[in-house]
């Protein structure tokens, strides 16, 4: 039985996790990474800290996330010291202190770190939360005068010099902190601290989150599952068959004091049984969520399946043949609610939905139903006939009594009739009549005598005809119609799997070409946009895709954009999806596009790296767009979960920028600050780069020896970077035999002489003491003022 098996690629959802947990009171929060020693680059932060800061996300990527940024005078210097040290430490640490927004207002921040781990149990990331309780500091202080409970008196406080509460309460926060928060503490910080870190929940793992299923979870595509639908579906049909029949037949003839005392056949027994069990292991089944996600979670199923199919199955499995195990009285009334286990046909519908891809399956149970509507028709044929007898009309069965030799006759000492023909008889005549009306307009054989008769079979003609027509005059052409777009979804599978069998596609990417295609299936329907709306007039086109592309034309980016160049951008706006572990972007790859996450999670990585972590909204690219050239990306572009994206093409975009100059220049200045990362080659650390090769160019050594500076001729792996500075390099003649950096004024002793001094190191680097020049080797000289990021060597030639 072939189901939807849903995405099933193990996903890192650890920034959907995180975004879920920490809400409301916990939503203004940064991550850090904490694999770069020292700076520990923010890579993600929250919509809530940058609306408490003040700051645009643009801004806080890749700054530190102790959050020096939001240091100021009052800021506690030995508080500073100690997040410091907490991250060098990779440890918990949660204090209070005081931070400043951007435009320089001060708040008090209950701050709290928490290490992340992976798999591994390495800290990779830190979750660093701030909380707002200026409010709280400022009831705290401005409380009245204490009244003594005993005397009545009015206890005034002692003044107090200038910032002493503040000092007081920091000191206060690390002791609570050191001693496991005190029982003596304040009741009301007590439960600010406990709702806002105290009893946070536990924080999740940065890793590729493994299915968690309990084993008494059953796999909707699963074997087990497999065999137990098809066994369902035969007890659907045997309920459909034998409930009619049962209703209309049996009950009709033994409707009187036998009829408490008949006992329930084995099979009416087990079919009641798979019902009640079909109940409890829907409750325990997986299911595929609308997003085309496998769901696992046991809430989850039991609340889907209790507000889908729960009623219809309750009300299909009632057990009426307990009634008559209890010897209870029945009566024709109680044998008509079992007519309510037919619910269980709109099962069946939802699952024959399954098999419309096999035209031969399609045609049988089309069959199968037809044969089955003129067995209920047969069924309510022989009722009326019935009734008809009990009233003393001449029906179709006294005609057919008459025929066979056996009447109907009354007997006084029990209640009903007795005689006429036979059930086998009875029940074959009416489903001759049944199918005679249905495919044709009968035979007159058997023909309706009364009024109840002659409506009912006016009835069936008319079904017949539509019946008819629908399965054995235009099969065809109704499948064609009802599944065409269904059938070509399967001819586009089927091509797609020749195609992977006859080149022979290893099984991991045979899986990823089938998920990408089902997903964009998905969300498309197989239905091609562009060629759709190719014949609609251009203002038309222009409407459909700005409403198609609405969220990503809603960014503070095209504000201010003329409501001409947004329907111009509208319509060269694509789709994307991306499976988790697939790359959007190699390091080192041309840049086609700018990409907005729709849904789902990336992160951005460089030699293993994480620099960044793109959520839904994020927006990465490049700046540098005017211009006609090649732009190579920086990082790796890798997706966590199933993502979403939309993507303007750059060819495209200068090519609409080119039509509205006004809104060039405000897209060039205002996509630097709006780009949540930056992919540009050379933006960031290249930018350093460059700018250490110019300090370079500026420094000299005095001295009378000729000292020539060359690049080492080590083979190394950055061969670009070699002939940069290279080229940044220049032959000169210093003055003196010392040589000294007109910037730090390091001081390179070459007193022991050409022989004795045969390699110099030269470490530049950029930091909080500025640039400067450090010697090695054995006439080397004092030390570099920062940590290296370019090394060079300095060759000394003899003196001349």
Known sequence: MPVMRGLLAPQNTFLDTIATRFDGTHSNFVLGNAQVQSLYPIVYCSDGFCDLTGYARAELMQKSCACHFLYGPETSDRLTEQIQGALDE??????????????????WCLLDIVPIKNEKGEVVLFLVSHKDITDKKTEDSEQGPDVDEETGLQVHRVTRPPGFNANRRRSRAVLYHLSGHLQKQDKGKLKLNNNMFGEKPPIPEYKVAAIQKSRFILLHYGTFKAGWDWLILLATFYVAVTVPYNVCFTAGRDEGSSASRSPPSVSDILVEILFILDIVLNFRTTYVSTSGQVVYDARAI????????????????????????????????????????????????????????YSAVVLTLLMSMFALLAHWMACVWYFIGRREIENNSPGWLHELAKRLGTPYFLQWNLTGLRGGPSVRSSYVTSLYFALSSLTSVG???????????????????????????????????????????????????????????????????????????????????????????????????????????????????????????????????????CAPGEFLIRQGDALQAIYFVCSGSMEVLKDNTVLAILGKGDLIGSDSLMREQVIKTNANVKALTYCDLQYISLKGLREVLRLYPEYAQKFVSEIQHDLTYNLREGHGADVSRSRSALILRSM????????????SKRKTRHARR??????????????????????????IDVRGGPRRVSVLRIAVGLGAGGWGVGGGGRAGSSTACVAPMLQLRLDLGRYK
């Not at 002939?723 to 390091?746: D, F, I, M, W, Y």
Request: glycine share 4%; with cysteine; proline share 3%.
């Open 700 to 711: 000299t050594l005095g001295g009378r020896p000729r000292v020539r500076f060359g690049v």
């Open 722 to 747: 070699r002939k940069q500075n290279e080229s940044a390099l220049t032959h000169v003649r210093p003055r003196a035999p010392a040589g000294t950096c007109r910037l730090c004024k390091t001081r």
């Open 443 to 577: 035979f007159g054989n058997v023909s309706a005598n009364t009024d109840s008769e002659k409506i009912f079979s006016i009835c069936t003609m008319l079904i017949g005809a539509l019946m008819h027509a629908v399965v054995f005059g235009n099969v065809t052409a109704i499948i064609q119609r009802m599944y065409s777009r269904r059938s070509l979804y399967h001819t586009r599978t089927k091509d797609l799997k020749d195609f992977i069998r006859v080149h022979r596609l290893p099984k991991a990417l045979e899986q990823r070409v089938l998920e990408c295609f089902q997903t964009t299936w998905s969300v498309n329907n197989g239905i091609d946009v562009s060629e759709l709306l190719k014949d609609f007039p251009d203002e038309l086109r222009a409407d459909i895709a700005m409403h198609l592309n609405k969220e990503l034309l809603q960014l503070p980016l095209f504000e201010s954009a003329s409501r001409g160049c947004l329907r111009s951008l509208s319509l060269i706006i694509k789709t994307s999806f």
């Open 90 to 107: 990779r440890r918990e640490f949660k204090t209070e202190l005081i931070f400043y927004k951007k435009g320089g207002t001060k708040f």
């Open 302 to 357: 039991c609340v889907h399946y209790a507000t889908t199919w729960l009623f219809v199955d309750l009300i299909a499995a009632l057990p009426f043949d307990l009634l008559y195990a209890f010897n209870v009285s029945v009566y024709f009334g109680v044998h008509l609610l079992k007519t309510v286990r037919l619910l269980r046909l709109l099962r069946l519908l939802q699952k024959l939905e399954r098999y419309s891809q």
